[in-house]
């Protein structure tokens, strides 16, 4: 199926740096969200981005939604241990029915006290 | 329950099986949606149901693949004749109202393993 494109697909840092990923798509998209999984977890959303432009924070999550409606960037500022999982970037277009999701790989993070 | 549950949580079935994976949503979300997420993956959409109606099944791999909703409540996603490649958690998400993309609540999966 379509999925985006997120990178890195894994990143391996110590406690305390920061972290940034991002997702691009060759379509656009009107709301970006990103989720975190534990393992053996569904997703969980952390933010959600509406409007091409936008800058959000959650915490010390800040994520943005691109410019050109193809494109979405996470940072986590000063992470810690329990940032740890694999976070997903996901699309919903302008033309889907319903709530369908499109998700990005995945990007696998851990984090070294 | 508070949350969307899914069972069985592990499933361990023989190729040419058929399996029946459940989903309970929130109670009172209307729009319920299937996922599927092969190891290390992303999550690739299945199927949405609004009500007892499914007006989007674009995802359904192949026609081994249905759903199911009745009462607005409980699905069922049944797969038959499993083949190796159908190997994946398959995860359900519900919510409040279809076509808002940020109210999705995932459950915790079903891991389908074909022998």
């Known amino acids: 199926g379509q999925q985006l494109n997120q990178s890195p697909q894994s990143m391996f840092i110590q406690e305390g740096e920061d972290v940034s990923m991002n997702c691009t798509s060759s379509?656009?998209?009107?709301?970006w969200l990103w989720y975190k999984q534990d393992p053996g977890e569904g997703p969980v959303l952390l933010i959600a981005l509406y409007k091409a432009g936008e800058l959000t924070s959650n915490g010390r999550l800040t994520a943005q939604f691109g410019i050109t409606r193809k494109d979405s960037f996470l940072n986590i500022s000063a992470s810690i241990p329990s940032d740890v999982g694999i976070y997903f970037c996901?699309?919903?277009?302008?033309?889907?029915?319903?709530?369908?999701?499109?998700f990005g790989q995945g990007t696998e993070l851990s984090v070294k006290p | 329950g508070a949350g969307v549950s899914q069972s069985p949580s592990n499933k361990v079935t023989e190729k040419g099986k058929d399996v029946e994976l459940r989903c309970d949503p929130i109670?009172?979300?209307?729009?319920l949606y299937w996922y599927r997420q092969r190891l290390g993956q992303g999550l690739e959409f299945l199927i949405y149901f609004q009500g007892n109606s499914a007006p989007d099944k674009s995802g359904l791999p192949s026609d081994r693949f249905s759903a199911e909703r009745t009462g607005e409540s409980v699905s069922t996603l049944t797969i038959q004749r499993t083949q190796q490649e159908d190997s994946a958690v398959y995860l359900c998400a519900s919510s409040r109202a279809g076509g808002r993309p940020d109210t999705q609540y995932f459950g915790p999966g079903t891991r389908l393993t074909v022998l």
């Open positions: 996901a699309g919903h277009g302008l033309y889907n029915q319903g709530g369908k999701l499109i």
């Open positions: 379509s656009i998209f009107n709301t």
């Open positions: 109670s009172g979300h209307t729009a």
